[in-house]
């Protein structure tokens, strides 16, 4: 081709590969084994390191995400890229549906009428839902401030909260607030995150189930 | 609330609230000004400031991008991730369509009897098709070796190529290959990328037009 080398790897053997480097890279440390394959598959989405430091779970939280999945939990994401992303499949295969409401009219509706973000608007509409949830919020830090409150208010309880919003307003606030509660989560710490990394943690719970990597007994 | 605090900030502000602090933090670093909205919205999208150092612009290779999709060109990408967080509307004002190919049947099958990933058969899809075309390729490095390959074999000519993989096996490399073309291309060097970051990058080129950012004559 020419003096650029590419590694030979069979298409499918490609993100075993991948695992294995950022293990390799890792070196010595060690994790949780529940809480090591979510944060491998952070790092593997993203190529930053960062993940292996700033990803925080409360106790339990992925066991406890896992058993939601199995009881047929619902997930409520605030992007519809982060609702792309999640493998649906799998997920229905328990029972649950992917929800972002986003795009929708009554959403826009609500928000202009409140003042507020749709994001914030979205989460009143999870709110008013029967099923059980698990709220992934990769955008809006204002979701997860109006999460906080629906909480403190006793309108929602997720069974568990992936507060993974990205960015330089409020951001860092607002996932210390969702730590301050007695909701179980899985969030980052600081700045990062992002659709694609809300998604891939849902992903991580959705393979650890498919493929039987956890004793969940 | 409780001790945490939250700046108070207008929903319709949070964006240009976002960009001041991104420059703010940027300091006295100079960037050519096609560039600067495209860097500050990667870091925006991920809050990852390694995007100020590792992005790479042939010459030109923003106003090129414009010049397409202001003359209709389509954007092909390799994840429903990307297409999911690109603004289609402002796309499709200029005549342009959104693809990608990667949960097509055909797609599937072809990628089966070549032993190939279904990221390099989309590319091949690609290669048939013929509007003028952006790609942006956000997950799979495999798609950029098949678009470098296909290039070099003159069955493809894209505007531009957005080349932001994101991984560990031959990412390094394919990035290396796509910028040792004579097609114009934004890449993001190393390691990082991301759906996030292709999808990113697009909006950065439309936004541009819509708010008339820059001047094109």
Redesign the interface.
């Known amino acids: ?2 003096h ?4 030979e ?1 069979d ?1 499918l053997e ?1 993100e075993k ?2 695992f294995e ?2 293990s390799e890279e890792l070196g010595d440390r060690i994790f949780k084994e529940e809480q090591e394959l979510v944060i491998k598959r952070c790092i ?5 390191f960062d993940y292996a430091d700033n990803l925080c779970f409360s106790k339990d939280a992925v066991k406890i995400g896992i058993h939601g999945i199995l009881s047929g939990a619902h997930i409520v994401t605030d ?7 999640i493998n649906k499949k799998v997920l229905e295969s328990f029972g649950g549906q992917l929800h972002c409401f986003m795009a929708d009219e009554d959403i826009a509706r609500s ?1 202009k009428k409140q ?3 749709r994001a914030a608007a979205s989460m009143e509409k999870a709110a008013t839902m029967k099923e059980d949830l698990i709220i992934a919020v990769g955008n809006a830090p ?1 979701a997860l ?1 109006r999460l ?2 629906l909480i403190k208010e006793e309108r929602i309880k997720p069974k568990l909260i992936i507060g993974v919003p ?6 860092v ?2 996932k ?2 969702i730590m ?1 509660t007695e909701i179980p989560y899985i969030v980052a710490k ?7 990394i809300a ?1 891939c943690i849902c992903n991580a719970l959705l393979y650890m189930i498919r493929d039987q990597k956890l004793d969940l007994s």
């Not at 593997?44 to 930053?48: F, G, N, V």
């Not at 990205?166 to 951001?171: A, H, I, L, Q, S």
């Not at 600081?190 to 694609?196: A, F, H, I, L, Q």
């Open positions: 081709m020419n650029i080398h590419l590694e790897v298409p490609i590969r991948s480097i950022i593997h989405t993203s190529a930053d992007t519809n890229m982060a609702k792309a992303g928000a003042g507020c973000t204002t401030v906080y409150e990205v960015g330089f307003v409020n951001v606030a607002s210390e607030l301050s600081g700045r990062k995150g992002g659709s694609n998604a």
